[in-house]
């Protein structure tokens, strides 16, 4: 039987009025990777915080190596060897490689020096035990996010790590930077180093962990081994329920009206001469590898970013769109892939938050109708199932999934003809999907247009009515949704075939 490395029992926390934790439970075998999860709001954050010291449990003890430990700050638990890897990335864009892996444990020489030579040789060697493929000497912000992963993983072998939790790691990667993370963790695995891993993607559970704990509304559902589960039983454990695996473009609600049409759309670096046509009722999908240029295509749509080439056309009349002003003038609405950077303001409540897209119609001689604001709110966000159920919270402190239904809440207060949505269930847990599945499908039966940029191909397969596949800034291929297969789309995406 593998020794325990970390113990948690009992573990409750309480944020005022929300019971966050209650009562739960968690091991991790030194030499394992045990994956973490739940729906958005079963508390897996809120259990990774108090275990990496940000912030302390109501009750319940915590043990490392058999010993209680009291892990009160980051830096504590740092100490200790618990070292987590954020979503987000706690790097220093302009600094190097070397530098961001020893910030904070910079190496001095003995005439009191910052030995940066040093540095990089020893950076260096933690970068070729991983089979990175860059120096130490570059400057963080050139790399890719899955390059920028590994420098986090490096600077947590600086530390010597016992436990490192990767959350949600996969989020931006493309399938071969996937497989050289997973290649990463099993050889870590295999130096008898423990990880905690949180993720959405299931295939990803089965795939590359050991074993499985599950928490649902802040308590301890239970434990298993991986090789004993089945993805149905997962998801019944997460939301007792099941999960419909319905193919949700079986039917379709466009018609023959283009509501949008761009003609040799290029900015010269990350796409190049780029048609596509949006229907009026139509889900049109854009899909293809990190790095493809759909993002930098409908950011240039929208007038956040520019271009050298091309026409837009809005029912058939060109349009000139330099900002993401001119684009909501034009009915044109994005809901970005970060929602904490560019979807929401932290210090903001949901009722602000919300309404930010569209003040001017909860006016009243120009003044704010509060209560007129709160109601149109309401309505929105509880068709949308947003939890807790309670928009005087600042929507920074909800789980990811309901910020992201915050974030879609602000889009459907502005009342777009055309919906723009870049990664919309990116770390959404799977009944969260499911509700955005059904209010993109009712939206497009109201004879709204949406755009959706997904990574996922099974999102990409249920829901779009024509599949716009893109490689390397270029569209290599238009696919009907009902009829394309993965093997369809992956083949245009790496460039293998162009239609």
Do not use: W
């Not at 569209?358 to 009243?364: E, V, Y």
């Amino acid at each position: 039987m593998q020794e325990d490395v970390l113990e948690i029992s009992g573990v409750s926390k309480r944020f005022g009025g929300i019971q966050a934790l209650d009562n739960v439970h968690f091991s991790l075998a030194r030499g394992e990777i045990h994956a973490l999860l739940g729906e958005n709001g079963a508390g897996k954050s809120t259990l990774m915080n108090i275990v990496s010291g940000i912030y302390p449990q109501d009750s319940g003890s915590i043990a490392l190596n058999g010993e209680t430990v009291d892990l009160r700050t980051p830096l504590s638990a740092k100490r200790r060897g618990i070292i987590k890897v954020h979503q987000e990335l706690q790097l220093v864009p302009e600094m190097s490689v070397a530098q961001n892996i020893f910030l904070g444990n910079e190496l001095v020489s003995r005439f009191g020096r910052v030995d940066f030579e040093t540095m990089v040789a020893r950076a260096d060697e933690m970068l070729k035990s991983l089979e990175a493929e860059f120096s130490a000497r570059i400057v963080t912000r050139r790399l890719s996010t899955a390059q920028m992963q590994m420098v986090e993983i490096a600077k947590a072998l600086l530390n010597r790590f016992t436990v490192l939790i990767l959350d949600e790691p996969t989020a931006s990667l493309t399938m071969r930077e996937t497989e050289q993370l997973f290649k990463t963790m099993r050889s870590l695995r295999a130096n008898g180093k423990s990880i905690i891993y949180i993720s959405h993607r299931l295939d990803e559970i089965f795939e590359v962990c050991d074993r499985v704990t599950v928490l649902r509304d802040g308590k301890y559902v239970g434990a298993a081994d991986v090789a004993a589960m089945t993805k149905d039983g997962l998801i019944r454990m997460m939301t007792q329920r099941d999960i419909s695996h319905e193919r949700f473009n079986a039917t379709s609600n466009a018609t023959d009206e283009i509501v949008l049409s761009a003609k040799g759309y290029s900015d010269g670096r990350h796409f190049h001469d780029v048609d596509f046509d949006l229907h009026r009722g139509e889900i049109l999908g854009f899909s293809g590898l990190v790095g493809a240029g759909r993002t930098e295509l409908m950011r240039a749509v929208i007038g956040v970013d520019g271009k050298v080439a091309g026409e837009l056309f809005v029912h058939g009349v060109r349009v000139t769109i330099n900002s993401p002003k001119d684009a909501k003038r034009a009915g044109i609405m994005l809901v970005p892939e970060d929602r904490k950077l560019q979807g929401f303001v932290a210090g903001m409540t949901n009722y602000q938050n919300v309404s930010l897209s569209n003040l001017r119609k909860f006016a009243k001689c120009r003044l704010l109708d509060f209560r007129k604001r709160d109601r149109a709110v309401d309505g929105i966000t509880r068709a949308l199932n947003v939890q807790p159920d309670d928009n005087i919270l600042q929507t920074s402190r909800l789980s990811g999934g309901n910020q992201q239904k915050v974030v879609l809440s602000k889009a459907v207060n502005a009342a777009p003809e055309i919906l723009i949505l870049d990664e919309p269930t990116r770390g959404i847990d799977v009944n969260a999907k499911n509700e955005i599945y059904l209010l993109m499908k009712k939206l497009a039966s109201e004879g709204k247009s949406i755009i959706m940029i997904s990574s996922e191909l099974p999102e990409i397969l249920s829901l779009s009515d024509r599949i716009v596949v893109m490689y390397e800034g270029r569209v290599t291929g238009v696919l009907h949704g009902s009829d394309a297969t993965e093997e369809d789309v992956i083949r245009r995406a790496i460039g293998g075939e162009t239609t």
